[in-house]
């Protein structure tokens, strides 16, 4: 789980979670200098309360990982289908009937577009519900406009 944590982590996520990383090697250090495997009766005690810390951690990044794939996929079904598409051995059509059409499928792009950025906002929510962190932050606000720059791309 730690080295997950360490390895997935985005340049964009990482002062994100800067204290929790830090709580993590607080809590690791001890077995690393300290604690001698073969002889120690705090083995137990250590292994329980480093797990504890690590899998928090891992959860937060889960969650951030797991919305940011959400809102991939969210934009990803946008892509799928053009807007206007040419049909073989489709005939001429009349410019009132194809700005007719074209209106409604504008109107269905729209719609659909606008039930995703509900979700985008919802997912972005939940990312900053899990870390706990202030919506002011430039930590924060770099991580928002990292996920505004995908939807833009």
């Known amino acids: 789980m ?6 997935e982590l985005l340049p964009v996520e990482e002062p994100l979670l800067e204290d ?25 005690n250590f292994i329980e309360g480093t797990m504890k810390v690590v899998s928090d951690v891992s959860g937060v ?14 934009l990803s079904q946008w892509c799928k289908e053009p ?10 059509m009349a410019l009132d009937e194809f700005d007719l059409k074209h ?9 659909t577009q606008s039930e995703g950025g509900k979700e985008i906002h919802k997912f972005v ?3 900053s519900e899990a870390l ?8 924060w606000k770099a991580y928002v406009d990292f996920v505004s720059n995908i939807v833009i791309e």
Request: aromatic share 2%; hydrophobic share 40%.
């Open 20 to 44: 929790r990383i830090a709580k993590m090697d607080q809590a690791l250090s001890p077995g690393l200098t300290e604690l001698k495997w073969k002889n120690e009766d705090d083995i137990p």
């Open 125 to 127: 929510k939940d990312s």
């Open 83 to 92: 807007i206007v598409a040419r049909q073989k051995g489709a005939k001429p």
């Open 2 to 7: 730690y080295n997950a944590v360490l390895t």
């Open 132 to 139: 706990k962190v202030s919506k002011v932050a430039s930590n």
């Open 61 to 74: 990044v889960d969650i951030m990982k797991n919305n940011l794939r959400s809102v991939s996929g969210i």
């Open 103 to 111: 209106k409604e499928r504008v109107g269905m792009r729209m719609m």
